[in-house]
């Protein structure tokens, strides 16, 4: 463990600082807007830039690090991130600030790029499991931890636009003084939707409802609690207790799921997330008691191991060498699902109250189970292959450049198996016809 962090602190405290930030900014805006007098519709749509960003982001920026190196491109997203989170704190514009959403998510799969892809070349096989434990609590504590310093100054001036774009700013920091070259890095190759669809449909389409649930989480859960009249740290509370919650069952449930199958483990917990959202959406006077932080714990708990459990059901019916191509598609059906998760909820909370806010995740999650019911009436879980081992990840699309299901030493196994089947077969194929040239007879 001692050897894992000497080699990749910087990285690690990179992936500090950048989840901090990006815990603080996205609750930030979403209350911030509510107290400029945004219309919750008009909110929901530029906090779906950042998700957009994310789509873009996932195609353009491996090629840039491909060209020009990690701590080059790490280095310009981040400047470039911090830049636009101080325009957001400068003026208060709708599309201005959809547009410097999207800059930041474009910068932040870039900075997540740079930052898995570099921990991915720096493990093995004995340490893989580890760098992916730390990776998670690191990712998720740090966003949770975000929360908490929107408690430090008024959402009404720009101090903490300027804290956030401080911390982003400073993350470049440890990974220029301590590192000489980059890994080097190969942009992976996808395949389509259609494809994979056609492989593992409810692993797809668990994947998109995974994001819009996120986006709804992430996008409006501080414009929900704002518009109930929650106070500032009582909305981070609120934030930090959906996140922990999802971290906490991550483990459990996937280690459920390996056990009794991913099949029976989804629709299980969306049963769950379903009846507490609707629940709480059903309450007609919501208070910020110790009941109203515990559902929220408790919901958080049950959706947002959706992600993994999606992905590690997809992985079941895929070899390792599949895994590759599939894990960018994966990321890409979930960020399309955030960036509509965003505006439908708001649209939904301008119409129907903030009741709708945990109806929309209830929505979302009922259809996973109806279509989780159906598809075990169409194809039988995975029962003679043995499943893919659960691999916890975070319930946002973060893991753009990790491949941490694929090892490496499998692919490799798998080449060399073929190359001496291919020359065993050669060689019998000469012996035989040798023998054959001895027997006959001359013409």
């Keep these: 463990m001692f050897k894992i962090f000497s080699n ?61 190196g990690h701590v080059r491109v790490f280095g310009a997203l981040a400047s470039i991130a911090s830049t636009s989170i101080l325009v957001q704190g400068l003026w208060v514009e709708p599309f201005l600030w959809w547009a410097m959403r999207l800059v930041t998510g474009f910068s932040y799969a870039g900075l997540y790029i740079v930052v898995e892809s570099w921990l991915n070349d720096a493990s093995d096989n004995n340490t893989r499991g580890k760098m992916l434990s ?9 966003m949770a931890g975000g929360q908490f310093l929107l408690n430090l100054a008024s959402p009404e001036t720009i101090e903490l636009f300027i804290l956030t774009s401080l911390l982003v700013s400073w993350a470049v920091v440890p990974m220029l003084i301590t590192a000489t070259h980059g890994p080097n890095f190969e942009t992976p190759e996808s395949v389509s939707i259609v494809q994979l669809f056609k492989v593992s449909p409810l692993g797809v389409f668990g994947m998109f409802a995974s994001g819009v649930i996120m986006g ?8 929900f609690t704002t518009n109930l009249g929650l106070s500032v740290s009582q909305v981070s509370l609120y934030m930090s207790a959906v996140i922990l919650g999802g971290f906490i069952s991550q483990y459990p449930l996937g280690w459920l799921s390996d056990r009794i199958g991913r099949r029976q483990v989804i629709l299980g917990s969306c049963i769950v997330g379903s009846a507490l959202c609707i629940y709480a959406g059903l309450d007609p006077a919501p208070r910020a008691d110790i009941l109203f932080f515990a559902l929220a714990s408790l919901i958080g708990g049950m959706v947002m191991p959706l992600y993994a459990l999606c992905s590690a059901h ?27 998760g965003s505006p439908v909820a708001a649209a939904s909370m301008d119409h129907f109250g903030p009741s709708a806010f945990y109806l929309t995740i209830a929505v979302m999650s009922l259809s996973v189970v109806v279509y989780t019911l159906w598809r075990s009436t169409q194809r039988t879980e995975v029962g003679d292959i043995e499943p893919s081992d659960f691999v916890m990840m975070a319930p946002t699309p973060l893991s753009v450049g990790l491949n941490l299901d694929v090892e490496e030493e499998v692919l490799e196994e798998a080449y060399n198996q073929d190359a001496e089947e291919v020359q065993e077969s050669f060689e019998e194929l000469t012996q035989e016809l040798e023998e054959l040239a001895h027997t006959e007879p001359d013409k």
Excluded at 134 to 142: D, F, R
Excluded at 216 to 223: E, H, I, P, T
Aim: proline content about 2%; hydrophobic content about 55%; glycine content about 14%.
């Design 134 to 142: 730390i990776y998670m609590v690191i990712s998720l504590g740090s």
């Design 8 to 68: 990749t602190w910087a990285l690690f405290l990179g992936l500090t600082l950048i989840m901090l930030g990006n815990g603080l900014q996205g609750t930030l805006l979403g209350i911030r807007a509510t107290l400029e007098g945004l219309d919750t519709s008009i909110t929901g749509l530029v906090m779906s830039g950042y998700f957009i960003g994310l789509i873009i982001g996932c195609y353009a920026v491996p090629k840039a690090i491909a060209n020009v």
């Design 216 to 223: 709804v989480f992430f996008g409006m859960g501080s414009v």
């Design 314 to 340: 997809v992985n079941d019916y895929l070899t390792p060498q599949q895994m590759v191509a599939a894990s960018g598609t994966l990321v890409l059906v979930n960020a399309v699902g955030a960036a509509i």
